[in-house]
């Protein structure tokens, strides 16, 4: 069992450590209370590393980076989910599927990769680098390879825009609480909620959203889902959500 250490000293007497601590508490609320959806997070996480596990060799490797980054952004938009903290995991779930979108289009494209790696160069490259990797063209990609998970990834990156990854209506109105007296209306954000059904919510989007990334890679990786077993992992994944 996994045994934590004690704080250093000084922790949890400012604002910013103290507010570390209520995420982790309200992980653990979560963690306790919504079992079933934090179950199906666990299933996608694995699929996401038992496919690390199987890229020794691959002839996509450059397209493995965005995988590993696509992962790393998965697992920090459960965290966020976990805490309470809504918007912001929408943020990190856009990243999510924008690392598994420019993956394909980038083993799809391998010219482009020094485009992509030359983006500092100077103001041409990087004047390239916005030219080329617009958001309709990596989705015009992933249509050209596969309509529905195109389809998927979209609504879901609409999703990721309305919610959170933009300050939009959505992403301010889900934090927003008022408290009406005689005289005076109270506005609040909350940073980090407790509601069950913003929370539910958020597990499942994270939870669409890894199985989407997920089958954009399977696109790239193919051969190694086939012969490891993740292609029918990843269809069991997706059932419930």
């Known amino acids: 069992m996994l045994t934590l250490p004690e704080p ?26 919504l079992r079933a959806e934090y179950a199906k997070l666990a299933e996608i996480d694995s699929v996401f590393r038992k496919l690390v596990d199987n890229l020794n060799n691959t002839r996509d490797w ?25 918007a912001e995991m929408y943020a990190s779930l856009r990243l999510c599927l ?3 979108l420019y993956g394909l289009y980038l083993s799809r494209n391998p010219a482009s990769r020094e485009t ?26 992933l249509r050209g ?30 934090s927003l609480r008022t ?7 109270n506005f609040q954000i909350i940073y980090q909620s407790d509601d069950p059904l913003v929370l ?10 890894g199985t989407a990334v997920l089958g954009i890679f399977r696109l790239v990786f193919r051969e190694r889902f086939d012969l490891t077993g993740l292609s029918d992992e990843l269809t069991r994944a997706r059932r419930g959500i």
């Not at 493995?64 to 965290?79: K, N």
């Not at 500092?120 to 916005?130: F, G």
């Not at 539910?200 to 959203?209: E, F």
């Open 179 to 185: 408290e009406t007296g005689p005289d005076v209306v």
């Open 116 to 141: 992509w790696l030359r983006r500092h160069d100077d103001e041409a490259a990087k004047r390239r680098i916005r030219a080329e990797f617009t958001i309709r063209n990596l989705f015009d990609t």
């Open 62 to 86: 450059f397209a493995a980076f965005f995988l590993l980054r696509a992962h790393s952004a998965f697992l920090a938009g459960v965290q966020l989910g976990m805490s309470g903290q809504a």
């Open 98 to 100: 924008e690392n598994g």
């Open 200 to 209: 539910r919510v958020c597990l499942r989007s994270a939870a669409q959203i």
């Open 8 to 33: 250093p000293r000084c922790w949890g007497e400012d604002a910013i450590t103290g507010f570390i601590d209520n995420t982790r508490l309200n992980s653990f609320a979560t963690f306790a209370n």
């Open 145 to 174: 390879s596969d309509t529905n998970e195109a389809r998927i990834a979209e609504e879901l990156y609409e999703r990721c825009i309305d919610y959170g990854a933009h300050p939009n209506e959505r992403a301010l109105t889900q």
